[in-house]
């Protein structure tokens, strides 16, 4: 494959980086392996990760640790995705210590050890990982390797929904409807930040604005924008919007009855809850 790549190449400058990463430079390595992995080239992909990861690239560390998780190109070995993250954390990888962590939140291939978790995903967030402020908040929510203090989990929620990580927006237009996390109810507040998370196409928050005006909170009630909402959660797979639709042509709320829409809506339902069952 390394003789042919060369003929690949659709320009001078990446020729040329090809013959720097046969000698052996480690940011030629990396680039090439990336090139490898976007042409569907995973296997010799991840020999040339190798190679630089050996050379201790933080990004070529984080990219193998990647295969080595997902089995891409390599076999799946999940004790060596966290060997090849932790190191590549050390180095200052950002992405590599948010999902470090994760594997210490949850047990992967190591044992169970929230305090480490938070420290981890404390440096990630520092260094600007969205995901990782949001499981900061998680974790001062819920008292995980720490003691439970709500106006921490606020910040790190806010400073993850202002990053623009959807799971964020969502979560602060839920304590801002339920008046969580030390805050009243501000249904304003609500609506903004499930309209935020909406526009990411977030299900839970497309289906909570089907609620909000279907219920005319924080808003007019308007019956078509709550029938709007609830099928775009339902065709993106939301079971509660379809069961929701299927009620509402059924008896005529926000719609005109419609025998032949309710039917279809209940059928989608069921489908998804006797697939659900099945994967059980």
């Known amino acids: 494959m390394d ?17 720097q990463a046969l000698k052996h430079d480690v940011q030629s390595m990396y680039v090439i392996a990336m090139l ?8 010799d992909a991840v020999t040339w990760l190798k190679k630089a990861a050996k050379e201790q690239h933080a990004e070529a560390q984080y990219e193998l640790a990647n295969c080595y998780y997902a089995g891409d190109g390599i076999a799946e070995d999940e004790k060596k995705a966290f060997e090849l993250y932790e190191v590549a954390a050390k180095n200052g990888h950002a992405d590599a210590a948010n999902n470090l962590a994760d594997m210490y939140l949850n047990g992967e291939s190591v044992e169970i050890d929230e305090q480490k978790a938070l420290e981890w995903f404390t440096y990630a967030a520092t260094k600007g990982v969205v995901e990782a402020m949001f499981t900061l908040g998680i974790m001062y929510e819920q008292g995980l390797g720490t003691e439970v203090d709500e106006a921490r989990a606020y910040d790190y929620y806010e400073q993850s929904a202002n990053g623009g990580y959807d799971d964020a927006q969502y979560r ?15 249904g304003q507040q609500a609506l903004h930040w499930f309209e935020t998370a909406a526009e990411q196409f977030h299900v839970d928050a497309i289906y909570n604005l089907g609620y909000l005006y279907e219920n005319g ?9 709550a029938i709007a909402y609830y099928k775009q959660a ?3 797979g939301d079971y509660q919007a379809k069961v929701n639709l299927a009620h509402a042509y059924e008896i005529g709320e926000c719609v005109p009855k419609n025998e032949e829409e309710a039917h279809k809506w209940h ?3 069921q489908a998804q809850l006797q697939e659900a069952t099945e994967e059980w």
């Open 36 to 43: 490898l992995k976007e042409k569907h080239h995973p296997a």
């Open 3 to 19: 003789d042919q790549l060369i003929f690949e190449l659709d320009s001078k400058e990446l020729q040329e980086t090809y013959l």
């Open 172 to 186: 602060l237009g839920c304590v801002y409807l339920e008046g969580l996390l030390g805050k009243v109810v501000d």
């Open 234 to 236: 339902a065709l993106l």
């Open 217 to 225: 909170i924080a808003v007019a009630q308007d019956g078509n924008k």
């Open 267 to 269: 059928a989608a339902a």
